[in-house]
Nanobody, 124 residues
Framework: QVQLVESGGGLVQAGGSLRLSCAAS????????MGWFRQAPGKEREFVAA????????YYADSVKGRVTISRSNAENTAYLQMASLKPEDTAVYYC?????????????????WGQGTQVTVSS
């Protein structure tokens, strides 16, 4: 079992930055890959970024590539999502997720553990 708690969301103006955190507990953190997803009202949950357990490989959705950086600290059992140049279309609830799979998936069904989500609102 893995428990995940996100933090760091909030209201930011377009062009601004935010860093989301995801604190994990319950299992050796380095044994799980981490992903970030987001869900806007009326839309499906979509992949944002993912990182392997070692942190050696990262993956990004095309819509955020170049503006978002995923990272992790296995010593602190925490994953991060640094977002810059935020746009109003980035407004959504952001979820972190964990998977024991070796192969990273960009679909929600590839992750068995989820946090409760944190709201990010970008004003124009």
């Amino acid at each position: 079992q893995v428990q995940l708690v996100e933090s760091g969301g909030g209201l930011v103006q377009a062009g601004g930055s935010l860093r989301l955190s995801c604190a994990a507990s319950g299992r050796t953190f380095s044994s799980v890959a981490m992903g970030w997803f987001r869900q806007a009202p009326g839309k499906e949950r979509e992949f944002v970024a993912a990182i392997t357990g070692s942190g050696g490989r990262t993956y990004y959705a095309d819509s955020v590539k170049g503006r978002v950086t995923i990272s992790r600290s296995n010593a602190e059992n925490t994953a991060y999502l640094q977002m810059a140049s935020l746009k109003p279309e980035d407004t959504a609830v952001y979820y972190c997720a964990a998977t024991q799979r070796v192969l990273i998936k960009t679909s929600p069904d590839g992750y068995g553990y989820w946090g409760q989500g944190t709201q990010v609102t970008v004003s124009s």
